[in-house]
């Protein structure tokens, strides 16, 4: 299960990122790797070209707790 910070909702808002391809990008990413604070960032190049990155907060499993999402 996922679930997203008014931030994160904001963010995709923003920057055209749909719930699919964040659910596509968490299941599929090609790189994690820990920010500063211990979340972990995933990142995805999409079908369309794409690439974007998925920020979930540090050790939120059930449900994964979406921070910030933006492009790359």
Not at 20 to 37: F, G, I, M, W
């Amino acid at each position: 299960m996922i679930s997203y910070t008014h931030h994160a909702v904001q963010r995709m808002q923003e920057r055209g990122i749909t719930d699919a391809e964040v659910q596509y990008c968490l299941k599929n990413y090609h790189t994690s790797y820990p920010d500063r604070l211990g979340n972990t960032i995933y990142k995805v190049d999409l079908e369309s070209g794409k690439g974007i990155k998925v920020v979930v907060k540090a050790q939120s499993a059930n449900p994964m707790i979406v921070i910030t999402v933006a492009d790359y």
